[in-house]
């Protein structure tokens, strides 16, 4: 059924050009790597950028077909500058998007792999925030604005929005729209076998019967990741944190860290060795598939589902977009969580209530905010306690 908010009929829509945008879809590339074209940067940005980029051309034209972007599968680290960029339809289920998709919102989804359409050229270019972080409706009259004067996008079969990352800020109001549309997204069937079979892999070595993911930020750097953006103990401290901090049980749960750093930081660095001796079987994320250049997109679409899916998930981060969808997905899942981050050390204290931020605070919940970190609704999330652990979770 589509949301009261978004029936926009034609009468409702000021179309003041005559615009072929029968089919739309979003894209944008640097020409220095490649021709092609698609989203950038981490799962969670091409994720939102995926989502937004729905969100603006169902508002645009609730009649036309949509191209699910292409997503960055090499480039650098991060992904923000892409080399290759590949079908959606290889990451994700493209059958249980087009089908829900439909079902929700009458959209038909067609598939950019062997179709003869020609493209228009992105209507915003990479890193243009042009009126960035909009309403629906605003964002869609700058589109159109921006249509009528780049005249030559409406002689082609398919109009491509290009850089959409900064157009739309979610509202209150757009919160479930937001999370429909992105949870019509999924694993395709060969990426949910690897997330599947990793999971019954240390479970069985492991002997144990639950898994808990832990999300860090250990950037190699002293600059990236300000306050609690970052993790606040070290490497060494994960089985300091298992065992002192949260007192969890030895020999009965298998733990994956997923996150920044482990690009650089290997087992030896995490001590895993003696986190087994300990009694705690951790793994690290490049355990899923070899974490290089050509395997991130891989890596990070396997962590993301594993974390929402785990038995238990803990972030120790705040300000984090991957953290913050975790959560808020989870929620809505009624399947636990919690955070180990303290946004008493956040440097940008003042998006926060003050009584979260208070030095004494001793509030059992700690604010996030979906699906921007800094910006959209507030939710909030248990702390990590032994007292949690203990009483929560079996």
């Not at 640097?30 to 729905?54: S, Y």
């Not at 439909?102 to 062997?114: H, M, N, P």
């Not at 298992?242 to 007192?247: P, Q």
């Not at 030895?250 to 997923?258: A, M, V």
């Amino acid at each position: 059924m589509v949301m009261n908010h978004l029936d926009l009929s034609e009468e409702k829509i000021d179309i003041t050009y005559h615009l072929n945008e029968d089919v739309i879809t979003c894209g944008y590339s640097n020409p220095f790597f490649t021709k092609d074209f698609g989203l950038q940067c981490g799962i969670t940005n091409q994720l939102f950028e995926a989502v937004t980029c729905f969100a603006l051309a169902y508002t645009l034209n609730p009649k036309a077909k949509f191209i699910p972007p292409k997503f960055c599968i090499d480039g650098n680290w991060g992904l923000c500058a892409c080399e290759e960029f590949t079908q959606f339809s290889y990451m994700f289920d493209f059958n249980y998007f087009k089908q829900t998709i439909k079902e929700l919102f009458g959209v038909d989804v067609i598939s950019d792999e062997k179709n003869n359409l020609t493209y228009s050229f992105p209507l915003y270019g990479h890193l243009n925030l042009t009126g960035q972080y909009q309403s629906l409706d605003i964002a869609t009259q700058m589109i159109k604005d921006r249509i009528n004067e780049v005249p030559d996008v409406k002689t082609l079969d398919v109009l491509n929005l290009g850089y959409v990352f900064p157009r739309w800020k979610p509202e209150h109001s757009d919160i479930d729209l937001y999370s429909k549309i992105f949870l019509a997204i999924q694993p395709s069937n060969w990426m949910r076998r690897i997330i599947d079979d990793f999971k019954h892999k240390i479970l069985t070595m492991d002997r144990t019967e639950k898994l808990i993911v832990i999300h860090v930020n250990f950037p190699a750097d002293s600059i990236s990741y300000l306050g609690c953006q970052r993790t606040l103990f070290k490497p060494t401290y994960v089985v300091g944190f298992l065992r002192d901090y949260l007192k969890l049980p030895r020999k009965k749960y298998s733990y994956l860290l997923i996150g920044v750093g482990f690009e650089t930081l290997t087992h030896m660095d995490i001590e895993t060795s003696i986190c087994h001796r300990e009694g705690y079987a951790v793994h690290l994320q490049d355990e899923i598939a070899p974490l290089t250049l050509t395997r991130q997109l891989h890596n990070s679409v396997s962590s993301f589902w594993l974390a929402l899916e785990s038995d238990l998930f803990i972030s120790t981060v705040c300000e984090s977009q991957f953290s913050s969808h975790i959560l808020k997905m989870r929620n809505s899942m009624k399947k636990l969580s919690c955070t180990a981050a303290d946004i008493s050390k956040s440097e940008f204290s003042h998006i926060y209530p003050k009584e979260f931020i208070a030095d004494k605070s001793h509030s059992p919940v700690m604010p996030f905010y979906y699906p921007l970190p800094n910006v959209g609704k507030m939710f909030l999330t248990k702390k990590c306690s032994s007292y949690f652990i203990q009483t929560s979770f079996k």
